[in-house]
T-cell receptor, first 113, second 110 residues
Framework: AQSVAQPEDQVKVAEGNPLTVKCTYS??????LFWYVQYPNRGLQFLLK??????LVKGSYGFEAEFNKSQTSFHLKKPSALVSDSALYFC???????????FGKGTTLSVSS | SQTIHQWPATLVQPVGSPLSLECTVE??????LYWYRQAAGRGLQLLFY??????ISSEVPQNLSASRPQDRQFILSSKKLLLSDSGFYLC?????????FGPGTRLTVL
């Protein structure tokens, strides 16, 4: 069965420091991987996706993610965190192409000034 | 461009009352549509998805139901709400291996 794990409930970083939000996956076949961000009482906003191609994927708001097949990971990164990046981040994988997403539990990112 | 609407934005209902949440998509045709529930600001649980009018797949047995009376309309319903139905309900549609989410409905059952 497809699954996604986000091992950290919370990540705290200081503004200007690099940030990493971790995600590992378990899928059969080629994974379709996604990162979404959610601000309080709002819907999910798409950040980036990996379908195929370059292992380093660049997305919105300066975020990027690195697909690592050998480690089955898709960690979200940003070189310099902003206070406005504070939010809830979800990693997700398509259950099967064209069907529903399976989400991780989410990681709360807190960026302090 | 495509947009997705959900209403109401917030809802407070007593236990045992009925529920109807509506989701509509504009700017696309024959989308796959989804209902998710998010409890306590954490993970999302897939409730229903639909690949076409009248075609509903249920993921979790519970007292909720879904219907798709029109191509771009997806409705989540309940005949009698439970306290455990409280949460944030998100509608989504998909295209080419991407999912796009609506603004959500905050449901509080008292």
């Amino acid at each position: 069965a497809q699954s996604v794990a986000q091992p950290e409930d919370q990540v705290k970083v200081a503004e200007g420091n690099p940030l990493t939000v971790k995600c590992t996956y378990s899928v059969s076949g080629n994974p379709y991987l996604f990162w979404y961000v959610q601000y309080p009482n709002r819907g999910l906003q798409f950040l980036l996706k990996y379908i195929t191609g370059d292992n380093l994927v660049k997305g919105s708001y300066g975020f990027e993610a690195e697909f690592n097949k050998s480690q089955t990971s898709f960690h979200l990164k940003k070189p310099s965190a902003l206070v406005s990046d504070s939010a809830l981040y979800f990693c997700a994988v398509f259950r099967q192409a064209g069907t529903a997403l399976i989400f991780g539990k989410g990681t709360t990112l807190s960026v302090s000034s | 461009s495509q947009t997705i609407h959900q209403w109401p934005a917030t809802l407070v209902q007593p236990v045992g009352s009925p529920l109807s949440l509506e989701c509509t998509v504009e700017g696309t045709s024959n989308p796959n549509l989804y209902w998710y529930r998010q409890a306590a600001g954490r993970g999302l649980q897939l409730l229903f998805y639909s690949v076409g009018i009248g075609q509903i797949s249920s993921e979790v047995p519970q007292n909720l139901s879904a219907s798709r009376p029109q191509d771009r309309q997806f409705i989540l319903s309940s005949k009698k709400l439970l306290l455990s139905d409280s949460g944030f309900y998100l509608c989504a549609w998909s295209r080419q291996n991407e999912q796009f989410f609506g603004p959500g409905t905050r449901l509080t059952v008292l």
